[in-house]
């Protein structure tokens, strides 16, 4: 008898074993490859991120876009607090009660004074506040310049230098003239003075301003320059002294030794008199006196005038002219009469 | 042109109109006048001369019209061909008489003498329904002499101008009175 050999197995009992174990994997590969394709990506759940924020105390902070003015001033505050206040508490006016719970409000002073303002800003994690002693300084109400002013001469030849008088009220402290009403500016100054070197109608607009507002005065026609007066269109009565009848005067020489006078000088004390003479005599054809010339305004009035206009013809104009005619008649006969 | 002397109920009629405040010139000219400095200008009462010339136009365009259509009348053509002495018919009922349209225009002008500064025309438009009662017509040498209302009643609508539109201003019906041209006046 052969002995059995115990660490060898039966080739039978081995091929067996191969056979069982591929059957097996040939069954899982067919029934688990499908599910494995089935298969949903997995989920990664993570905790919810809770952000739990690190609250601090509010640190209240204003600014205002103005602090000083004349009443009624407005003044727009603006919250600059840190931290994140959820609520505002706001004295504007230093009373000690709140005027507002805006983060940014507006407030109008109306009173002159010296106002100190409040802010108390609160969180969650507690409240600041924010004092700020004067902070607002009202003045006293200014009243808006109101334009106004006087100029002359107001009519007259050209060149005419008219002089401009401000007569605003209210202490203006700039002034916009426009002298030709053309629009455009002539002269910043108070008082100005100005030529007008062309004839025509001239409407004057003044702007005054100052801190508290602004006017505007605009006088239409204020000055009229008139064409420059030749001697063709208003011949001057002269007087022709007989060259016989005229007393010969010595002329006496002037000194030697003293200043010798410009020739053109000597005609100056003439010119006056002959410019005196054609001014008088200028103004006597115009039926005016020289003080009325340059005291009075502008001869301006206003004209109503009117007609009727028929569509069609007028049968009836002569009918009613006469008429009319016959009765003003009548009542000058009846008036005669009488 | 004659203008007569304006119908008292044209007058109040004019005035309730302008109370409205309708006309742009006279506001206009309102504003020149608070403008300008000239005390003498100030006096002027603009919107008292601009009712006055307005009602004497209405009243003159409404009395000349009726007169028009009453001589084109066949009673009174008839009568005309006659008359070669004076005398005088009664025309108790006329029928009612629908006035052509007519325009009384008045213009508003700021002078200085005789340099014009600003102007501003208004241009109305009238029209008219008459009745005429107890007309007298007197008639001479184939001519209307003298013309009298007995009574008249007028229904009258006055537009503003503007341009290619027209606005409705004003309409009233009443009796009027025209000075010195009703029957019963002397």
């Not at chain 1, 067919?30 to 640190?59: E, F, G, N, W, Y």
């Amino acid at each position: 008898m052969r002995p059995q050999s115990s660490g060898r197995s039966d080739p039978g009992t081995v091929r067996s074993w191969l056979f069982i174990t591929a059957v097996l994997l040939l069954f899982c590969g067919c029934a688990v490859m499908p599910a494995l394709s089935q298969v949903q990506p997995p989920v990664i759940v993570r905790p919810p991120m809770t952000l739990i924020p690190d609250i601090k105390i509010p640190v209240a902070g204003f600014t205002a876009d103005v602090t000083a003015g004349t009443a009624p001033l407005t003044v727009r505050f603006t919250d600059m607090s840190l931290n994140n206040p959820t609520s505002w508490s706001w004295d504007l006016d230093g009373d000690g009660l709140s005027d507002s719970q805006a983060g940014d409000p507006e407030y109008t002073y109306s009173v002159a004074g010296s106002y100190t303002v409040t802010l108390t800003v609160t969180n969650r994690a507690g409240k600041d506040t924010a004092v700020k002693q004067g902070f607002i300084t009202v003045g006293k109400e200014v009243p808006s310049p109101v334009a106004g002013f006087s100029a002359s001469p107001v009519r007259g030849t050209e060149p005419l230098t008219v002089r401009f008088a401000d007569e605003s009220r209210n202490n203006p402290t700039a002034w916009w003239w426009d002298v030709d009403n053309d629009g455009t500016i002539d002269s910043r100054e108070k008082n100005p003075v100005w030529t007008y070197t062309e004839s025509g109608v001239y409407t004057v607009r003044l702007t005054v301003s100052s801190d508290a507002g602004k006017d505007e005065e605009v006088n239409e026609a204020a000055i009229i320059v008139l064409e420059p007066v030749t001697a063709s269109r208003t011949p001057l009565p002269t007087t022709n002294i007989p060259m016989t009848s005229m007393p010969s005067i010595p002329i006496p020489l002037p000194p030697l030794a003293g200043p010798v006078q410009p020739p053109g000088f000597a005609w100056l004390p003439a010119l006056i008199i002959v410019a005196c003479l054609l001014t008088g005599a200028y103004l006597l054809m115009r039926g005016r006196s020289s003080r009325q010339a340059s005291d009075d305004g502008p001869d301006l009035h206003f004209e109503v005038t009117g007609g009727i206009e028929y569509g069609e013809d007028d049968a009836g104009e002569d009918l009613l002219d006469s008429m009319v005619e016959e009765l003003e008649e009548r009542d000058e006969e009846e008036h005669g009469r009488t | 042109m004659v203008v007569l002397e304006p119908s008292p109920e044209i007058v109040e009629e004019v005035a309730a109109m302008l109370k409205k405040g309708s006309i742009p010139a006279l506001r206009e000219a309102g504003n020149r006048v608070r403008k300008t400095p000239a005390p003498s200008l100030k006096s002027i009462d603009i919107p008292a001369e601009f009712q006055k010339l307005l009602s004497s136009y209405l009243t003159t365009g409404l009395v000349r019209l009726s007169i028009q259509k009453v001589q084109a009348s066949d009673e009174l053509q008839q009568s005309l061909q006659d008359s070669r002495s004076a005398y005088t018919i009664l025309l108790h009922r006329l029928p009612v008489l629908r006035l052509p349209e007519y325009s009384p225009y008045i213009t508003i002008a700021l002078k200085s003498g005789a340099t014009e500064i600003w102007q501003a025309e208004t241009t109305f438009s009238v029209t008219a329904l008459v009745t005429l009662r107890n007309t007298l017509v007197t008639l001479r040498e184939e001519k209307l002499r003298e013309f009298r209302f007995g009574s008249l009643n007028a229904g009258m609508s006055i537009y503003l101008k503007k341009g290619p539109i027209e606005e409705a201003l004003h309409s009233f019906k009443r009796d009027l009175t025209i000075p010195g041209m009703m029957a019963g006046e002397k």
